[in-house]
């Protein structure tokens, strides 16, 4: 079984586009994350929601939208795609946002905007 | 600001012992993770320090200096499959992890 699942795992478009990725954890989480990870390997929090609830916003374009239907789902939309928005983001969950819990990742989604 | 440093990239040789370091300035500390990440792979746990001191975890052990903002991760009996970038990251006072950019090792026969 899966932990935290990502999907689509590739994804190429145009510059302009509006895109999707899901992620789905089943390892019944509280809190769940998005990261993007540059070509330079920076890893980088954009979002984290705890049990649906948006707690942290960095700074990140509005064109990137966040939505939690439940705790075990938080999906990014982003819209009117751009050059730099190229990089592998990963979705991961905590059981909490404090302590000592890991997080688990997912596979990451590369995305590349052409 | 906030920063983590680590070497960007170190070399071994198997069978050897490996010692990557993390220096990090932080606004506050709520504990200090080690991760590893294959190349084109999800980061994965391997650690975490929030008392001063060693842990150790087979091969792999992990120590922590609070008031000297250090940290390294000690691989021995290096195998080629230890190959991989290794990720420093703290958690701050508002319990954001706040991540180094890794250390790639490379592991030689």
Known sequence: DTAVSQTPK???????????????QNLGHDTMYWY??????????????NNKELIIN???PNRFSPKS??????????????????????????????????QYFGPG????VL | ???????????????????????????????????????????TFLSYNVLDGLEEKGRFSSFLSRSKGY???????????DSASYLCAVRDSNYQLIWGAGT?????P
């Open chain 1, 10 to 24: 590739y994804l190429v478009t145009q510059m302009g586009n509006d895109k999707s990725i899901k992620c789905e």
């Open chain 1, 36 to 49: 993007k990870q540059d070509s330079k390997k920076f890893l980088k929090i954009m979002f984290s929601y």
């Open chain 1, 58 to 60: 960095e700074t990140v």
């Open chain 1, 69 to 102: 239907p439940d705790k075990a789902h938080l999906n990014l939309h982003i819209n009117s795609l751009e050059l730099g928005d190229s990089a592998v983001y990963f979705c991961a969950s905590s059981q909490q946002i404090g302590g000592g819990e890991t």
């Open chain 1, 109 to 112: 989604t590369r995305l590349l």
């Open chain 2, 1 to 43: 600001g906030q920063n983590i440093d680590q070497p960007t990239e170190m070399t071994a040789t198997e069978g050897a012992i490996v010692q990557i370091n993390c220096t990090y300035q932080t606004s506050g500390f709520n504990g200090l993770f080690w991760y590893q990440q294959h190349a084109g792979e999800a980061p």
């Open chain 2, 71 to 81: 940290s390294y991760l000690l691989l021995k009996e290096l195998q080629m499959k």
């Open chain 2, 104 to 108: 790639k090792l490379i592991i030689k």
